[in-house]
T-cell receptor, first 117, second 110 residues
Framework: EAGVAQSPRYKIIEKRQSVAFWCNPI?????LYWYQQILGQGPKLLIQ????????DSQLPKDRFSAERLKGVDSTLKIQPAKLEDSAVYLC???????????????FGEGSRLTVL | GIQVEQSPPDLILQEGANSTLRCNFS?????LQWFHQNPWGQLINLFY?????KQNGRLSATTVATERYSLLYISSSQTTDSGVYFC????????????WGAGTKLIIKP
């Protein structure tokens, strides 16, 4: 079974430029998460999708970050314009369950490492 | 909100040694997971263990929910065990917002 696919693995941009990250979840997984992981910290949830609908985007900085999951499969996370503090690894995860209560079925991709200069 | 503390923050061991990593949490939980993040950044789910004890090869985990802590045991460490170990929990009022500890960075020397 193929895992969660993410691209690009690495991206270096200047501040105020834009960047987009792509995620393809495990086949059949209805729930998709985007996390931001700053060096030395645990991941922070940015947005959760159930199929193509947003379940929670309360921690997404909506003035510069946007995400979509058209057709309920692939997802794209965009940052525009980027700031220095956006330097982090952006992790995509998927689960066959909508709720993580009572389940450990959460699978991560390898992440996209962003450096903003 | 719920607080998650992991200890120690860093651990350096020789290959073959045993180790115990600890996760303390400040409230009751509906979900507790241990993850390993390898040096290339991949996060792998090790255990789903909101209570009780589980074992998987050289790794085992125990959660004492009433005392609000979990322990991850690694026996006969190998260099491939190096990386960061995270504990993540789901608070009593949440269905999907995992709260993560800061991790324990483990280095296994050959």
């Amino acid at each position: 079974e193929a895992g969660v696919a993410q691209s690009p693995r690495y991206k270096i941009i200047e501040k105020r430029q834009s960047v987009a990250f792509w995620c393809n979840p495990i086949s059949g997984h209805a729930t998709l998460y985007w996390y931001q992981q700053i060096l030395g910290q645990g991941p922070k949830l940015l947005i959760q999708f159930q199929n193509n609908g947003v379940v929670d985007d309360s921690q997404l900085p909506k003035d510069r970050f946007s995400a979509e999951r058209l057709k309920g499969v692939d997802s794209t996370l965009k940052i525009q314009p980027a700031k220095l503090e956006d330097s982090a690894v952006y992790l995509c995860a998927s689960s066959p369950r909508q709720k993580l209560r009572d389940t450990g079925e959460l699978f991560f991709g390898e992440g996209s490492r962003l450096t903003v200069l | 909100g719920i607080q998650v503390e992991q200890s120690p923050p860093d651990l350096i061991l020789q290959e073959g040694a045993n180790s115990t990593l600890r996760c303390n949490f400040s409230d009751s939980v509906n979900n507790l997971q241990w993850f390993h993040q390898n040096p290339w950044g991949q996060l792998i789910n090790l255990f789903y263990i909101p209570s009780g004890t589980k074992q998987n090869g050289r790794l085992s985990a125990t959660t004492v929910a009433t005392e609000r802590y979990s322990l991850l045991y690694i026996s006969s460490s190998q260099t491939t065990d190096s990386g960061v170990y995270f504990c993540a929990v789901l608070g009593p009022d949440s269905n999907y917002q995992l709260i993560w500890g800061a991790g324990t960075k483990l280095i296994i020397k050959p």
